[in-house]
């Protein structure tokens, strides 16, 4: 398994101010994935982070909104700028499990409310 | 085509009795279905996964059922505990429309276990 953390664990920020999550695993992966969940409600994915490459954005997500970065293996960042109270959300990070090529490990999440 | 319906809502179950989670889908290339539980504040933690190639996969009081030919899969909880008390997503992993691998997850099952 890996162990995923996540920092902040939560903030309230302003509106129209940037927040950037960082992810660090505490083993090398190839795939990242960043997902939001909405009070209530379930996981939708933002993006895939491929260390070495530009991410791929899911539909109705884009770079200028969630920019991310993914220097190495095991650390990636999401920034969620020009912060609406609308992206008020738990973002998670996950990481792929080796065997099953499919995102299995999650982080604990942050808590992000924008006012 | 990469939706993934999740049903009920809601449950609530006597400690001991049997909590089941029913969840169907419609895209034909999803070729691994993982359960994921979710305490309030943390992340989802993979619970128990099947493949479509076996029809039931049991580790403890969690049990998968797998139908095939319906596009349905569902969870049992044996002798339901108050620890487990949780949010329940279902999920399926396949290839999306960006040509990469994720998962799409269910809406979620809020199970409440009375003592």
């Known amino acids: 398994s890996a162990v995923i953390s996540q920092k902040p664990s939560r903030d309230i920020c302003q509106r129209g101010t940037s927040l950037t999550i960082q992810c660090q695993v505490d083993?090398?992966?190839?795939?990242m994935f960043w997902y939001r969940q909405q009070p209530g409600q379930s996981l939708t994915l933002i993006a895939t982070?491929?260390?070495?490459?530009?991410?791929?954005?899911e539909s109705g997500f884009v770079i200028d909104k969630f920019p991310i970065s993914r220097p190495n293996l095991t650390f990636s960042t999401l920034t969620v700028s020009n912060m609406s109270p609308e992206d008020s959300s738990i973002y998670l990070c996950?990481?792929?499990?080796?065997?099953?090529?499919?995102?299995?490990?999650f982080g604990q999440g942050t808590r992000l409310t924008v006012v | 085509q990469q939706q993934v319906k999740q049903s009920p809502q809601s449950l609530i179950v006597q400690k001991g009795g049997i909590s089941i989670i029913n969840c169907a889908y419609e895209?034909?290339?999803?070729?691994?279905f993982p359960w994921y539980q979710q305490f309030p504040g943390k992340g989802p933690a993979l619970l128990i996964a099947?493949?479509?190639?076996?029809s039931e996969k049991k580790e403890g009081r969690f049990t998968i059922s797998f139908n095939k030919s319906a596009k349905q899969f569902s969870l049992h909880i044996m002798d339901s505990q108050p620890g487990d008390s949780a949010t329940y997503f279902c999920?399926?992993?396949?290839?999306?429309?960006?040509?990469?691998?994720?998962?799409?997850f269910g809406s979620g099952t809020r199970l409440q276990v009375q003592p």
């Open positions: 099947i493949r479509p190639d076996v």
């Open positions: 982070a491929n260390q070495g490459s530009e991410a791929t954005y």
């Open positions: 996950s990481v792929e499990d080796k065997y099953s090529a499919t995102e299995a490990f």
């Open positions: 999920a399926a992993s396949g290839v999306k429309d960006t040509g990469r691998r994720a998962l799409t």
């Open positions: 895209n034909t290339a999803f070729d691994y």
């Open positions: 083993s090398q992966v190839t795939m």
